[in-house]
């Protein structure tokens, strides 16, 4: 077992070792051998004393490649566990489980909290295995996280006993797949579907801290960077905003006006990958936004409301804020005052934009959260499915269809998600692709696939 940084994923390695440094942490436990994994899954499968829910060997982020070079996805840290959970945004990581395994330390593209492989971008991962019930282990647990974010709700506890064979069999009987209570290749597809119906706004990570505190001691949490990001959206490429202003990354303001070719625009003619779009946001972005929060605002914040703060300030800009009606509501304690002023800042180019809308809708809802859950932060690139390599108009019903409505539904738009492109499903298609500067037509093509994952809201 090695407790460096030798096999873990390199840009894995190099974030977690930025985030150690931050807060003084070291790992525990990095990368593991096969033989090391059956011996943590077997202690924890016989019951013996000490030994917590480990993955079968061949499927743990800790061991990654087990027949090939070790590049490990995952870490356990020791040291000021608190700091670095409420720090790990800034580095691409978080702490899937950190209610239950605060140490255990991922980066944000392996989005859900047990084994999911590596992704594509990094190299080949393992598969998951077949269920069915009396299989034990983490990956029953991803099982039943992913079949309660469906909405078909079951106990996380790492046996698939016959409540969970229940659940997973309503389940192939609501997708359409043979209900035969195991969990396939089928199944597995299926549940890493975006789901139907819209899943709840993302219930922040564990409390780190209580009560409120001076606005100049506080950062941007880990979930309020998975939230800002998952509200601008991310774009390798450049293109012009709402508002008409020219923008690459996850909301990163190039120049004001459209795109036109000036000089600021040089760095990012051929493309950003993900990553560089990424550090473009934690070093450059992040920062420049969070210190007018500081700055301006006298009173003391709890952690939800400085990053609900930070989230408006990156969409509307530090003069908007100071100038603003919200600000000096807070400033006078106001607090209730302040979060009902958000909806008010819902235009650009003097028009209501329903995706502004939608946007002070969230962060006013987060400003008045109470950190209270540990549900893993949205990924900061997130995948979505890919391009079904067919367009879909009025007329047309198929899953696909069904996949793209329950999207929209989840950003907000009044569809429903049946499958079936009715007139209905037209006219929010056609809004949405003028609203984010799409040929508008009212068919579902690969760039109106994708925005409806990508754009930001």
């Not at 393992?126 to 709700?153: D, I, K, P, S, Y």
């Not at 409120?212 to 959206?233: C, D, N």
């Not at 990053?307 to 400033?331: I, K, M, P, Q, W």
Request: proline residues 8%; hydrophobic residues 35%.
């Amino acid at each position: 077992m090695s407790r460096g940084y030798d096999n873990l994923h390199p840009v894995f390695a190099e974030r977690l070792q930025r985030l150690n440094e931050a807060c003084g942490t070291s790992i525990l436990s990095g990368w593991r051998s096969s033989e090391r994994q059956k011996e943590l899954y077997d202690g924890y499968i016989n019951g013996l004393p000490g030994f917590n829910p480990a993955n079968r060997p061949g499927s743990s982020n800790h061991e990654a490649c087990p027949f090939a070079e070790p590049m490990a996805l995952a870490a356990d840290l020791e040291g000021d566990l608190a700091q670095a959970n409420a720090r790990a945004g800034e580095f691409g990581l978080h702490f899937p489980i950190a209610n239950v395994e605060p140490w255990h330390c991922q980066p944000i593209e392996v989005a859900y909290a047990y084994y999911t492989g590596i992704p594509e971008e990094w190299g080949a991962g393992v598969g998951r295995g077949v269920l069915e019930v009396g299989a034990q282990g983490q990956g029953v647990v991803e099982c039943q996280q992913r079949l309660n974010t469906h909405g078909f709700e079951c106990v996380v506890d790492g046996d698939f006993g016959p409540t969970t064979r229940a659940r997973v069999v309503d389940f192939q009987r609501a997708r359409g797949l043979e209900a035969d209570g195991i969990v396939g290749p089928a199944t597995w597809e299926a549940l890493d579907v975006q789901p139907p119906e819209p899943l709840p706004a993302p219930v922040p990570g564990p409390t780190v801290t209580t009560g409120r505190r001076p606005a100049s001691e506080l950062r941007l949490s880990s979930q309020g960077a998975a939230l800002i990001a998952e509200l601008e959206g991310k774009s390798n490429v450049l293109y012009d905003d709402p508002a008409g202003h020219c923008t690459v990354g996850i909301g990163h303001l190039v120049h004001e006006g459209p795109t036109c070719g000036a000089e600021t625009e040089a760095p990012f003619v051929n493309g950003l990958s993900d990553e560089e779009c990424y550090r473009l946001f934690i070093d450059a972005d992040v920062p420049r936004y969070e210190q007018p929060v500081r700055d301006l605002v006298s009173v003391p914040l709890k952690q939800s409301e400085f990053d609900a703060l930070v989230s408006f300030t990156y969409n509307v800009g530090a003069g908007a804020l100071e100038g603003s009606t919200l600000r000096r509501l807070l400033n006078e304690g106001d607090y209730d005052g302040a979060a009902n002023e958000f909806a008010s800042w819902c235009k650009a180019g003097g028009e209501v934009l329903e995706g502004l809308v939608r946007r002070r809708e969230r962060e006013a809802a987060y400003f008045r959260s109470e950190w209270g859950g540990a549900a893993p932060p949205p990924p900061l690139a997130a995948d979505h499915p890919t391009w079904p390599g067919k367009s879909f108009q009025e007329g047309d019903a198929s899953y696909d269809v069904r996949v793209w409505q329950a999207q929209m539904k989840h950003r907000g738009w009044p569809i429903e998600a049946d499958g079936d492109f009715g007139p209905q499903t037209r006219a929010i298609t056609i809004q949405f692709q003028e609203e984010k500067g799409l040929p508008v037509d009212g068919v579902v093509g690969e760039k109106t696939w994708d925005a409806a994952w990508t754009a930001a809201l």
